[in-house]
């Protein structure tokens, strides 16, 4: 559970339910790199907000509270409504040309619908735009909306 203390003169504590998720590599920087990207995500609204992280074994985030598009509908994009493929779409689009951010390790269980909204996660695959884009990524941006899953991470 996150504490935040709001500043005012009458003194309010807002308590808000956490996601915490762990990590077992030795690999910090990679764990240092997703709560970075997680930060930026959330900053646009996309992803779920960073409480807190000691950038080697956990990143307290927001709990988005809601099931993954693969648990709520299916992990097959037939099955997915099209609103929520093309929320999909468009936040990977707005993180590769807006935050500069390859995001690919594209499948359902790594989005949540919350209220009419799509929230990204899991950033533990994600890279700085790279010279060449990714090819995966470059034929999904390219199409304009998501034919198939990355089958790299499948
Ligand atoms: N902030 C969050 N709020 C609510 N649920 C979350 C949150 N973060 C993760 N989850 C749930 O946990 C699942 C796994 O999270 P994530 O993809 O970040 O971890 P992972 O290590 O890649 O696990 P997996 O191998 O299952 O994909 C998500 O599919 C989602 O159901
Ligand atoms: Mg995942």
């Given at each position: 559970m996150a504490k935040t203390e709001l500043k005012s003169s009458k003194r309010m504590i807002v308590y808000t339910m956490s996601y915490i998720k762990r990590f077992k590599t030795k690999n910090y920087a990679s764990v240092r790199r997703e709560a970075q990207f997680l930060n930026i995500a959330a900053s646009h609204g996309l992803a779920p907000e960073v409480y807190d992280t000691d950038y080697k074994t956990y990143i307290e985030m927001e709990d988005l509270e809601d099931m993954n598009i693969g648990d709520l509908y299916a992990n097959e994009i037939e099955n997915i409504p099209p609103n929520i493929i093309a929320g999909m779409y468009s936040i990977v689009w707005f993180l590769y040309y807006v935050c500069d951010i390859e995001y690919l390790d594209l499948w359902p269980r790594n989005f949540v619908e919350r209220g009419n909204r799509v929230f990204i996660l899991d950033f533990g695959d994600a890279k700085n735009k790279q010279k060449r884009c990714d090819k995966y990524l470059a034929k999904i941006l390219k199409s304009?909306?998501?034919?198939?899953?990355n089958p790299e991470f499948l």
């Open positions: 304009g909306t998501i034919t198939h899953w």
